[in-house]
């Protein structure tokens, strides 16, 4: 059981390039989420699934896409890279997202130049 | 406006000492209140799941209060060793029409020997 993993660790672009970041999870959790974490700062919501097919935006969605074509499997799309997206990005899955705990993958740190 | 504001900001202490870290929120409704430990690269580990019923909630050394009449929490460390030293986030539930997470900037909590 691996829980939430995410690849790459690390990433670096340059502005206007266009990359996924990937986030998978094996606990058969209904609930996902993609939150950037930056520096004086709580996580941010970016977007959230709550089953196959389904996709919404959550608080700062702009220049990012999802998709949720499995249950265990919820990428990142970032469409062209700009200097602002310069941020760790969590991924996390529940069963559902009002009354139990998230777990969260370790992280991808991306730098955008 | 629904926050979550922690204190302190960053906060040192001596491997053996006790320590209490603090939550204030102004969301509403909530149903929910959670604490997390994120050590440094890593994502967030969920520490405790309080509802709003529930006054107090233990995890071995980390014991979390709360007081929904007055709209804060605390989390409490005993005995604290090395490995404590990590930032603890508090995030609240808010239970509206949305119904989302809503995250403070967290504590840094550094335990010198």
Not at chain 1, 17 to 37: F, G, I, P, V
Request: hydrophobic share 30%; aromatic share 10%; glycine share 8%.
């Amino acid at each position: 059981n691996a829980g939430v993993t995410q690849t790459p660790k690390f990433q670096v672009l340059k502005t206007g390039q266009s990359m996924t970041l990937q986030c998978a999870q094996d606990m058969n959790h209904e609930y996902m989420s993609w939150y950037r974490q930056d520096p004086g700062m709580g996580l941010r919501l970016i977007h959230y699934s709550v089953g196959a097919g389904i996709t919404d935006q959550g608080e700062v969605p702009n220049g990012y896409n999802v998709s949720r074509s499995t249950t265990e499997d919820f990428p990142l799309r970032l469409l062209s890279a700009a200097p602002s997206q310069t941020s760790v990005y969590f991924c996390a899955s529940s069963s559902d997202r009002s009354s139990y705990e998230q777990y969260f993958g370790p992280g991808t740190r991306l730098t955008v130049t | 406006k629904n926050q979550v504001e922690q204190s302190p900001q960053s906060l040192i202490i001596l491997e053996g000492k006790n320590c209490t870290l603090q939550c204030n929120y102004t969301v509403s409704p909530f149903s929910n209140l959670r604490w997390y430990k994120q050590d440094t690269g890593r994502g967030p580990v969920s520490l405790t799941i309080m509802t709003f019923s529930e006054n107090t909630k233990s995890n071995g050394r980390y014991t979390a209060t709360l007081d929904a009449d007055t709209k804060q929490s605390s989390l409490h460390i005993t005995a604290s060793q090395l490995s404590d030293s990590a930032s603890y986030i508090c995030v609240v539930y808010f239970s509206g029409n949305t119904g989302k997470l809503i995250f403070g900037q967290g504590t840094t909590l550094q335990v010198k020997p």
